[in-house]
């Protein structure tokens, strides 16, 4: 999983990989996760996560619902979950496919 830090102009700050997160989350995890976040301190954050099909997983839609409610009471915004795939991309915030890798844009 990467992990984008976005300042006030949606600019990416900082990028950090995570190797965990993929494939199941827990609590201990989203303790972590959220601890990373505050502790940075950016406006905005971006989670990306590697899917063959580029598609989310029922653990991506998890990770939104609970990153987005923890995240709903600090001063950073959770933008959006990307699931990232050999051909396309799924944004959770639009509900759809924003693009491919190519950077053609849906």
Do not use: Y
Not at 6 to 17: C, E, G
Request: no cysteine.
């Amino acid at each position: 999983m990467l992990v984008a830090f976005l300042n006030d102009d949606a600019r990416l700050l900082l990028a950090v990989t995570l190797d965990e997160g993929t494939e199941s989350i827990d609590e201990l995890f989203l303790r972590h996760l959220t601890a990373l976040v505050v502790e940075v301190g950016v406006a905005g954050v971006v989670l990306a996560v590697s899917r063959a099909a580029g598609r989310p997983t029922r653990v991506d839609r998890q990770l939104w619902r609970e990153m987005s409610r923890r995240l709903a009471t600090t001063a950073t915004r959770l933008v959006d979950v990307i699931a990232v795939g050999d051909d396309a991309v799924w944004s959770m915030s639009g509900r759809r496919a924003i693009g491919d890798r190519t950077g053609r844009v849906a």
